[in-house]
Structure formats: C-alpha cells, structure tokens
C-alpha cells in the first residue's frame, strides 16, 4: 500500500473526515481542523503516553511487550474508565498536541526497542492523524503489524478506509442493552453501533488467526468482553450475537478485571458497580463462552475475586 501510493491515499481520505467528522457513531459533523468534538480532541495527533507493554493479551506482548500509543480522550464517558485521567479529562492535554511525524518517530522507537506491534489505544477519534503518521513510519522502514485497541464505538465507514492498513483489531463489546450503554458510558445506541463495526472489522480479517514464528498475533480478530457486576455487560448476549451473526470461531478474551473506578462509586441505580464480579457471576460468564465459542485462541483471565 505504501509502494502504490495507497496508503497515502487513504490517510488523505480519512484527514477529509475531520472537515464534517463522523468517525464515530456520534457523528458531530463539526470541522475539527477549528473546532472540538464531544471527545474533545483536534485535528492534530495527542498522546497520553507510549512504550512497551507486558499487560496485554499475551498473544499482543509476547516476551517484548507490546508497543502501546495511548491516546488521549475518548468518545465514550464510561462511569467506570479505569484511565479516566487519561480519557476524559481533556483539559490536562490541550497543550499535548503533537504532529504525524512525531507519531511516526514513536512507531520507529517502539519497533527498535523489540516491541512485537504497534498497538493503536484508543485510536477512533485520532485514526486520520495515526495513520498519515503510519505512511510516514512505513516509508522509513516501520513493518510490525498494526494493533487497532478500541472501545467498540467506531463508525463502520472510517473503518473501510483501514481494510488493509490495520492488521489486528482488538475492540471492547462492552453492553447487550442499550440502555446500559447510555447510563454508563454516555451513548444510547452502543450494542447496535459496535455490532456494526464488529462486523466490519470480521470481514477484514476474518475468525482465522496468523501466528508469527514467536507466537504472537501477527494478523486476526479479538474481541474483548469484560464481565460487569449484575450482568450489566449483557455478557451471555453478546457472546451468543458474536457466534450466531458472525463466527463461533471468532477469539474472544474474557476479563474479570473490574474494579469500581472513576464514578462508579456514585452512579445512582447501579449498586452493582460498586463492587467486583462474583464468583457465581464469573461462573456464569464462563458457562456462556463454553456455550457460544469454540475458538482454540480463546483467552479467560484467571478470577481472583
């Protein structure tokens, strides 16, 4: 894509979105190039962090890490957002903006430290600025797979534009109701937007993974499902959606990992998100991977309660 000039083409395609940005299913249509979003974010690359990461799926960090852009702010508000410094409070990085080659210098940095990927964190509302920085990284020799970690919430048309860029795609199911979505994380269509851009990350790269001589992911589709208290993910649902409407084959990791971050505390109408998963929740959650999956490259986080 670098060689036919392709690549530059669809970082050019997807800069023209900020003009009238719709790069994710809240669709602002606000000029960004002047102007600011509901993530509060502009035209211009801003990193919250980067280096390489040991805490990922161990397929992501192998024995190197896995080489993390955290970006700031998000398009989500998730009561819940264990990085909320990071993605939601957009003050703290105003004066963080960066440029494309800066971005590119970074994947340059991270592929010579070992990393086994770029790994793209929250990538949906920075996508047109990581991927003209991309096109600068490829042309000075940048060949690691590109990792795209994100929430779910992505709009199925920029996601065309990355058929061919992006090589594995890591996104969140995070709800099956969206009433959910809306009380927890400030959007009222989430199941139905994120199932839509499931699926077209799927039919990029289909349920069938490509495994690097190392073990690593080289290429695939893994879908992240973390369990909620009360069954507020919607668990059994989304697993059931992944296998019937698109492939029972599809990878999934499953996380126990919730902890009461943020606001979760203090939501009115949600006890549940004051505390962790229980036992019998997480058995639960287990018993519907077991009914739904039968990918071998299935990751299940060990619960600790």
Known sequence: MLATGELAYRAERLEALYACCELCPRKCRIDR?????????????????????????????GSRGSG??????????????????VSQSPGAWAGDATTAMDVARIMLELQACGCHNVNWV??????PALVRALTLAAGDGLVLPVVYNSNGYDAPEALRLLDGVIDIYMPDLK?????????????????????????????????AWEIAPDGTLRRGLLVRQLVLPDELSGTSESLLWLAEELSPDIAVSLMCQYR????????AGYPGLRRTVSRDEWKAA???????NRS???????YRG
């Open 122 to 127: 929250s990538p949906t509302h920075q996508v």
């Open 286 to 292: 287990l018993s519907a991977l077991a009914r739904s």
């Open 260 to 267: 009461p971050h943020h606001r979760a505390t203090q939501l």
């Open 175 to 207: 709800y099956a109701a969206a009433r959910t979505g809306s009380a927890l994380s400030g959007v009222p269509d989430y199941p139905a937007a994120a199932r839509a851009a499931i699926a077209e990350m799927f039919r990029q790269v289909g349920a």
């Open 296 to 302: 071998r490259h299935t990751l299940v986080q060990q």
């Open 33 to 61: 190039r002047s102007d600011l979003g509901a993530c509060r974010t502009p035209a211009v690359p801003v990193v919250a962090s980067w280096g390489p990461h040991m805490g990922e799926e161990p397929p992501l960090s």
């Open 68 to 85: 993390t852009i955290f970006l700031a702010n998000c398009n989500l508000t998730c009561a819940y957002c264990q990085n909320a410094d």
